[in-house]
């Protein structure tokens, strides 16, 4: 498996189409113009992600309110994400990148260690994409709890600097 070179704010973000948790085909390009939150994260109704994902869903109006959309992506199934959205009423996309190349191409999914055990997974990073669809931030050190919130002032301080 080859790793993908790390993406750095400025450069294009890889294009994709995922299948979204309702069943759908989203594609990066179908935002173009707007600005993109796209979050990855290991896996659905786990404590971190959790966190993570109502951390958006309780800062979503505010989101809007900046015209940013949010995409969630990770290797769990539709049928899987479907389920995480309704049990935690989560207002955005949750993506289904089962083979990880979405992922890989952000340079978010690789080895990782867990209770001493080796495996490949997705690593929680986060990217701010711009309305032209370049990366104006990334995250690759995430804090669930407070990660959503960041993002917020963060995306917000890029409008403000963004002519």
Same mark, same amino acid.
């Given at each position: 498996?080859?790793? +993908?070179? %790390?993406?750095?704010?400025?450069?294009?973000?890889?294009? $994709?189409? &995922?299948?979204?948790?309702? *069943?759908?085909? /989203?594609?990066?390009?179908?935002?173009?113009?707007?600005?993109?939150?796209?979050?990855?994260?290991?896996?659905?109704?786990?404590?971190?992600?959790?966190?993570?994902?109502?951390?958006?869903?309780?800062?979503?109006?505010?989101?809007?309110?900046?015209?940013?959309?949010?995409?969630?992506?990770?290797?769990?199934?539709?049928? +899987?994400? %479907?389920?995480?959205?309704?049990?935690?009423?989560?207002? $955005?996309? &949750?993506?289904?990148?089962? *083979?990880?190349? /979405?992922?890989?191409?952000?340079?978010?999914?690789?080895?990782?260690?867990?209770?001493?055990?080796?495996?490949?997974?997705?690593?929680?990073?986060?990217?701010?994409?711009?309305?032209?669809?370049?990366?104006?931030?990334?995250?690759?050190?995430?804090?669930?709890?407070?990660?959503?919130?960041?993002?917020?002032?963060?995306?917000?301080?890029?409008?403000?600097?963004?002519?």
């Amino acid at each position: 498996m080859s790793e +993908s070179p %790390a993406l750095t704010v400025g450069q294009p973000a890889p294009l $994709f189409s &995922l299948p979204s948790g309702d *069943g759908q085909t /989203v594609s990066l390009g179908q935002f173009q113009g707007q600005w993109v939150i796209l979050y990855f994260y290991p896996r659905d109704n786990t404590p971190g992600c959790t966190t993570e994902a109502c951390g958006f869903r309780d800062t979503y109006a505010q989101l809007q309110q900046v015209q940013a959309v949010v995409l969630g992506i990770s290797t769990d199934s539709v049928a +899987s994400h %479907a389920k995480f959205i309704r049990k935690y009423d989560l207002p $955005f996309l &949750l993506l289904a990148d089962t *083979g990880g190349q /979405v992922a890989r191409s952000y340079g978010s999914y690789g080895p990782k260690k867990f209770m001493g055990k080796s495996y490949e997974g997705v690593f929680r990073h986060t990217f701010i994409l711009d309305p032209q669809g370049k990366i104006a931030q990334i995250y690759r050190q995430v804090k669930p709890a407070t990660h959503a919130q960041q993002v917020l002032i963060d995306l917000t301080q890029l409008q403000n600097a963004t002519p």
